[in-house]
């Protein structure tokens, strides 16, 4: 059990004397302090030569009341003396919170600021862009200044590495398509159409889509993060000074790995999805395995291949490019590399399903529907 | 509400554990510590005692384990062996549940600040009252926090701003507001003068030697400048082959033959800080002599 602080009231030739016992600690003036506030009666002097310790809470609560009711504190000894001076000397009546201004106000001028930093943002992204690409033209003029090691490293991490996971979520996604189809279909007695609906879907969107979704979570924001420290750490500004370019030695080779490597796995993960069609048809719907991939190649169109990997190294250019712009607007705090990698793989997803979108009204123009 | 009231809701709210008041004359007690990561051995046979009231100085070439230490003696790294008793209480072995009510009676200032960068500076100080005195009144932490922050010589309207809007010095003495929001009877401070300039270091030193003598500190204090041993420190623990090789006041430790004290007080900078604190040949008397 705590001894509390406490006081007793005492009149003397009309003179009301407030005399506090106990120690006056952090630990103990919790309820003082909240009988002090409710105090209302006037008071001439404070009395504390019978609470023992002192630290700079308890002289503070003594020294807001002293000077709530104008009274003389009496009966400090040096130590508390001492406290009471140097919270006397500390007073500051400033806010806790940062200020802010009203609901009202401040939805609109968050709204407005990030429609003018969308702007702004869209019109740096294009500049990186261009960038980029002046960077790659040099790079094409004098190829060997192009990263070779630092390209096959990238190559090797946002393409190799990443098989096992793409393939494995291909074939699993097969598998819903071709059983899911299979479920609707059967109603008109179409069973063997599941083969042209994951045949055709795996080739055109899925595949390339999933990857990219892929790549973006996994690959976007490890460009982003990597990025981001390294322009936290300085490192990126070392570079500049020695007359390296950050574009040239960090941002080309991933852009390159990006843009080379989406073709390939976009067209691994529709190859392992419409096995997994197989695997899920032999199994539920009684078409062989083989009949299965046989049919596959009587239906699906050559141009259905094309547009997947037309589509692919786009989307591998957009998820490198909104990766690494967001890791070389790092600047500041640490808690700024979470956002923007975060902003980076949200970015870059959205935008590739925007351009899919776009994609598929070409190609339906175009005669490849 | 009647007092009697008052007193019964704040002892409800109240946590029960609370540390008692240290009387004891070494508020740390280390015997026989051993610290290694993997095969790198850190500290071995490590003894030291701090005494009350003084302000403690730890010295010791870059990897002799200094913050390694002060994080064994807050309970952050498990040692391999010794012993750690902080007020009386040993650390080494304890549930740490139930140092809870220990960490109530220090304050620690890691060297980057380390502040809750999602909370302001005057809510970083409240972090704790609320941790250990959930019965203070709302308005009593605010009044809490404003002085403290004000105490720890910062503008009173740094308490509504965030870390990333102040500079490296400002953050240690936010840092160090949010140590002292408990008044602590014992206070870490782990290099609070590397990255500040001259004068901000020595202004931030005096702060300290203030804070020590008003509110009676006892400090550990890790460093590497030899102005601030020379301007505060009581007494100085030298760490070097993983041990506390000499300790006492500085004049003592130049006595010492050990070839790393001698090169550390005597080398050029060691020299320049003694007679900047006038133990050497200061410059005036020095320009006196040359009329």
Same mark, same amino acid.
């Given at each position: 059990?705590? !001894?509390?602080?406490?006081?007793?009231?005492?009149?003397?030739?009309?003179?009301?004397?407030?005399?506090?016992?106990?120690?006056?600690?952090?630990?103990?003036?919790?309820?003082?302090?909240?009988?002090?506030?409710?105090? /209302?009666?006037?008071?001439?002097?404070?009395?504390?030569?019978?609470?023992?310790?002192?630290?700079?809470?308890?002289?503070?609560?003594?020294?807001?009341?002293?000077?709530?009711?104008?009274?003389?504190?009496?009966?400090?000894?040096?130590?508390?003396? +001492? &406290?009471?001076?140097?919270?006397?000397?500390?007073?500051?009546?400033?806010?806790?919170? =940062? =200020?802010?201004?009203?609901? +009202?106000?401040?939805?609109? !001028?968050?709204?407005?600021?990030?429609?003018?930093?969308?702007?702004?943002?869209?019109?740096?992204?294009?500049?990186?862009?261009?960038?980029? @690409?002046?960077?790659?033209?040099?790079?094409?003029?004098?190829?060997?200044?192009?990263?070779?090691?630092?390209?096959?490293?990238?190559?090797?991490?946002?393409?190799?590495?990443?098989?096992?996971?793409?393939?494995?979520?291909?074939?699993?996604?097969? @598998?819903?398509?071709?059983?899911?189809?299979?479920?609707?279909?059967?109603?008109?007695?179409?069973?063997?159409?599941?083969?042209?609906? $994951?045949?055709?879907?795996?080739?055109?969107?899925?595949?390339?889509?999933?990857?990219?979704?892929?790549?973006?979570?996994?690959?976007?924001?490890?460009?982003?993060?990597?990025?981001?420290?390294?322009?936290?750490?300085?490192?990126?500004?070392?570079?500049?000074?020695?007359?390296?370019?950050?574009?040239?030695?960090?941002?080309? =080779?991933?852009?390159?790995?990006?843009?080379?490597?989406?073709?390939?796995?976009?067209?691994?993960?529709?190859?392992?999805?419409?096995?997994?069609?197989?695997?899920? #048809?032999?199994?539920?719907?009684?078409?062989?395995?083989?009949?299965?991939?046989?049919?596959?190649?009587?239906?699906?169109?050559?141009?259905?291949?094309?547009?997947?990997? @037309?589509?692919?190294?786009?989307?591998?250019? @957009?998820? #490198?490019?909104?990766?690494?712009? %967001?890791?070389?607007?790092?600047?500041?705090?640490?808690?700024?590399? *979470?956002?923007?990698?975060?902003?980076?793989?949200?970015?870059?997803?959205?935008?590739?399903?925007?351009?899919?979108?776009?994609?598929?009204?070409?190609?339906?123009?175009?005669?490849?529907? | 509400?009647?007092?009697?009231?008052?007193?019964?809701?704040?002892?409800?709210?109240?946590?029960?554990?609370?540390?008692?008041?240290?009387?004891?004359?070494?508020?740390?007690?280390?015997?026989? &510590?051993?610290?290694?990561?993997?095969?790198?051995?850190?500290?071995?046979?490590?003894?030291?005692?701090?005494?009350?009231?003084?302000?403690?100085?730890?010295?010791?070439?870059?990897?002799?384990?200094?913050?390694?230490?002060?994080?064994?003696?807050? *309970?952050?790294?498990?040692?391999?062996?010794?012993?750690?008793?902080?007020?009386?209480?040993?650390?080494?072995?304890?549930?740490?549940?139930?140092?809870?009510?220990?960490?109530?009676?220090?304050?620690?200032?890691? %060297?980057?600040?380390?502040?809750?960068?999602?909370?302001?500076?005057?809510?970083?100080?409240?972090?704790?009252?609320?941790?250990?005195?959930?019965?203070?009144?709302?308005?009593?932490?605010?009044?809490?926090?404003?002085?403290?922050?004000?105490?720890? *010589?910062?503008?009173?309207?740094?308490?509504?701003?965030?870390?990333? !809007?102040?500079?490296?010095?400002?953050?240690?003495?936010?840092? &160090?507001?949010?140590?002292?929001?408990?008044?602590?009877?014992?206070?870490?401070?782990?290099?609070?003068?590397?990255?500040?300039?001259?004068?901000?270091?020595?202004?931030?030193?005096?702060?300290?030697?203030?804070?020590?003598?008003?509110?009676?500190?006892?400090?550990?204090?890790?460093?590497?400048?030899?102005? $601030?041993?020379?301007?505060?420190? /009581?007494?100085?623990?030298? &760490?070097?082959?993983?041990?506390?090789?000499?300790?006492?006041?500085?004049?003592?430790?130049?006595?010492?033959?050990?070839?790393?004290?001698?090169?550390?007080?005597?080398?050029?900078?060691?020299?320049?800080?003694?007679?900047?604190?006038?133990?050497?040949?200061?410059?005036?008397?020095?320009? %006196?002599?040359? /009329?």
């Amino acid at each position: 059990m705590r !001894e509390w602080a406490a006081y007793t009231l005492e009149e003397e030739d009309g003179r009301a004397t407030l005399v506090v016992t106990g120690p006056l600690l952090i630990s103990t003036i919790g309820a003082l302090d909240r009988e002090l506030r409710a105090f /209302d009666a006037p008071v001439d002097t404070i009395d504390i030569s019978q609470c023992g310790a002192v630290d700079t809470v308890g002289a503070w609560v003594v020294l807001r009341f002293a000077r709530e009711k104008k009274a003389e504190i009496v009966g400090a000894d040096g130590q508390a003396e +001492r &406290l009471l001076k140097a919270v006397e000397q500390a007073h500051s009546n400033a806010a806790i919170e =940062p =200020p802010r201004s009203r609901l +009202r106000l401040r939805v609109p !001028e968050a709204v407005g600021k990030q429609v003018v930093q969308f702007g702004y943002g869209s019109r740096e992204m294009l500049g990186f862009a261009g960038h980029i @690409i002046v960077t790659a033209l040099a790079t094409l003029a004098h190829p060997s200044r192009l990263r070779v090691t630092s390209v096959f490293r990238q190559i090797e991490l946002v393409g190799i590495s990443a098989l096992f996971i793409i393939g494995l979520m291909s074939f699993l996604v097969g @598998i819903v398509i071709a059983q899911q189809g299979a479920a609707q279909l059967e109603q008109f007695g179409a069973e063997i159409y599941t083969i042209n609906l $994951t045949g055709r879907l795996s080739m055109r969107e899925l595949g390339v889509l999933m990857t990219a979704i892929m790549v973006a979570g996994r690959s976007g924001s490890s460009f982003a993060a990597q990025l981001g420290t390294m322009k936290l750490t300085e490192e990126v500004d070392a570079m500049r000074t020695i007359g390296v370019s950050p574009i040239e030695a960090l941002v080309l =080779p991933r852009v390159i790995a990006a843009v080379v490597m989406m073709p390939l796995l976009g067209f691994y993960a529709a190859m392992l999805s419409i096995v997994g069609g197989a695997s899920i #048809a032999a199994l539920t719907l009684h078409i062989p395995f083989g009949t299965f991939l046989a049919r596959t190649q009587q239906v699906v169109p050559l141009y259905d291949v094309w547009v997947g990997l @037309i589509k692919a190294p786009v989307f591998g250019l @957009i998820i #490198a490019l909104s990766g690494c712009y %967001q890791g070389m607007q790092v600047k500041g705090n640490s808690e700024e590399v *979470g956002m923007r990698t975060t902003m980076a793989v949200v970015q870059a997803i959205f935008l590739v399903i925007v351009l899919d979108a776009f994609f598929a009204v070409f190609f339906d123009k175009v005669g490849w529907a | 509400m009647s007092d009697d009231a008052i007193e019964a809701q704040v002892a409800a709210e109240a946590i029960p554990e609370v540390a008692e008041h240290f009387d004891g004359e070494y508020p740390i007690l280390i015997k026989g &510590l051993k610290n290694s990561f993997g095969d790198q051995v850190v500290h071995e046979g490590l003894d030291l005692e701090v005494r009350r009231g003084e302000v403690l100085g730890v010295v010791g070439g870059s990897g002799t384990g200094k913050s390694v230490l002060m994080r064994s003696i807050i *309970g952050l790294q498990v040692p391999d062996e010794g012993s750690i008793e902080v007020f009386g209480h040993e650390i080494v072995g304890a549930n740490p549940e139930d140092g809870l009510g220990l960490r109530s009676r220090w304050g620690v200032l890691f %060297q980057g600040g380390a502040l809750f960068s999602t909370l302001t500076v005057g809510e970083n100080v409240e972090v704790p009252l609320k941790q250990f005195y959930p019965e203070l009144d709302a308005e009593l932490m605010h009044e809490i926090a404003r002085y403290k922050v004000v105490l720890s *010589g910062l503008p009173a309207d740094t308490a509504s701003k965030y870390p990333s !809007e102040l500079s490296g010095g400002m953050r240690k003495r936010a840092g &160090l507001a949010r140590a002292l929001a408990l008044d602590p009877e014992l206070l870490f401070l782990d290099e609070p003068t590397a990255g500040l300039d001259p004068i901000g270091a020595a202004r931030f030193d005096e702060l300290t030697r203030d804070l020590a003598d008003t509110l009676g500190l006892t400090v550990f204090l890790i460093t590497h400048d030899l102005d $601030t041993l020379y301007a505060i420190c /009581d007494r100085v623990a030298v &760490l070097a082959d993983g041990k506390v090789i000499a300790i006492g006041t500085i004049p003592e430790l130049l006595k010492s033959d050990h070839p790393w004290i001698q090169e550390y007080f005597n080398g050029p900078r060691g020299r320049a800080a003694r007679s900047g604190a006038g133990l050497g040949k200061t410059v005036d008397s020095h320009g %006196q002599t040359g /009329d």
